[in-house]
C-alpha cells in the first residue's frame, strides 16, 4: 500500500498527538528501542523527528496495546514480522493488517471472517486496518500542518 507523506516530519509531541498514545509512552519506546524515530536530531537540544512512517506504526502499536495486546505480545509479533520479512519495526507494522482478540494478534491479508465457537454469542475483537489508519494520520496531518 502507498503511503504518501503529508509532512516529511514531526515533532515529537506531534508524533505522539497523531499517533494518539501518550508521551510517555512515546518516549519508553524510543528509550528501550522498540519504535524509534527515524530522522535522527540535526544537532544537540534539537529533538528527534518522526517520519509519516513512524506515525503510523506507533498507531497501530498504540491501537493494540489499547485493545488488550500485552507489550511483551506486540514485541513477539513486531519479532516475527520483522525476522519473516526483514523489515525495520517500523516498516512490519506499517505494512501490516492485524486483528487481536486482546491475547492473540493475527496478520491478515483481504477480508476477515471471524467464526465464533459454538454456543459463543460474542468476542471483542480489534481489526487495525491499516488503510484506514494511513487515511486518518494522513487527514489529522495534514489539519495539524494547516495549523501551524
Do not use: C, H
Request: net charge positive; proline share 3%.
Amino acid at each position: 500500500m502507498p503511503m504518501t507523506e503529508v509532512v516529511a516530519e514531526f515533532l515529537p509531541e506531534q508524533a505522539s498527538m497523531l499517533a494518539r498514545i501518550s508521551p510517555d509512552r512515546l518516549t519508553d519506546w524510543q528509550k528501550s528501542g522498540f519504535l524509534t524515530a527515524s530522522i535522527p536530531a540535526k544537532r544537540r537540544g534539537i529533538s528527534r523527528r518522526y517520519s509519516f512512517r513512524d506515525v503510523v506504526a506507533l498507531r497501530v502499536a498504540g491501537e493494540l496495546r489499547e485493545s488488550g495486546v500485552t507489550l511483551q505480545m506486540l514485541r513477539k509479533v513486531v519479532e516475527y514480522l520483522r525476522a519473516r520479512s526483514g523489515l525495520s519495526a517500523t516498516e512490519a507494522l506499517a505494512r501490516t493488517n492485524l486483528v487481536t482478540d486482546g491475547e492473540r494478534v493475527y496478520e491478515v491479508d483481504g477480508e476477515v471472517t471471524i467464526q465464533l465457537p459454538s454456543g459463543q454469542r460474542s468476542m471483542n475483537v480489534t481489526i487495525v486496518r491499516l488503510d484506514e489508519v494511513v487515511r486518518e494520520v494522513q487527514r489529522q496531518a495534514r489539519a495539524l500542518r494547516r495549523a501551524a
